[in-house]
Nanobody, 116 residues
Framework: QVQLVESGGGLVQPGGSLRLSCAVS????????VNWYRQAPGKERELVAI????????NYADSVKGRFAISRDIAKNTVYLQMNSLKPEDTAVYYC?????????WGQGTQVIVSS
C-alpha cells in the first residue's frame, strides 16, 4: 500500500527557513519521481518541486527556484523540501505526491504559515 506522510510545517517569520519531510512506503522509491505541491487558500494546487526516481534530477517552479531544494534519502525512504528565504506568499498546505501506475497518491499535507 502506497503511503506518504508529511511533517515539518509550522509558523515561521519572513526570511526564515523550514525543512519539510515526506516519509514514503509501498512503491519503488528509486524509480518513481516524487513531487511537492502546495495549495494556498483560495488558489489552485501548484507544483513546487520534482525529484526524479532514477537519477535524482530536480526541477522547480519559478516562484521557488533558488530558495527551495528538494532532496531524498533512499535509505530512510524520505524526501525533503528545504525552504529558505520564506515569503508570506509561500503560505500554503504542502503535499508530497507520487504517481504509481495510473493512480496518483497524496499525503495528508503539512501547513506552512509565513508571517511576522
Amino acid at each position: 500500500q502506497v503511503q506518504l506522510v508529511e511533517s515539518g510545517g509550522g509558523l515561521v517569520q519572513p526570511g526564515g527557513s523550514l525543512r519539510l519531510s515526506c516519509a514514503v512506503s509501498g512503491f519503488a522509491f528509486s524509480i518513481n519521481p516524487v513531487n511537492w505541491y502546495r495549495q494556498a487558500p483560495g488558489k489552485e494546487r501548484e507544483l513546487v518541486a520534482i525529484i526524479s526516481g532514477t537519477d535524482g534530477n530536480t526541477n522547480y517552479a519559478d516562484s521557488v527556484k533558488g530558495r527551495f531544494a528538494i532532496s531524498r534519502d533512499i535509505a530512510k525512504n524520505t524526501v525533503y523540501l528545504q525552504m529558505n528565504s520564506l515569503k508570506p506568499e509561500d503560505t500554503a498546505v504542502y503535499y508530497c505526491t507520487v504517481r504509481v501506475g495510473v493512480r496518483r497518491y497524496w499525503g495528508q499535507g503539512t501547513q506552512v504559515i509565513v508571517s511576522s
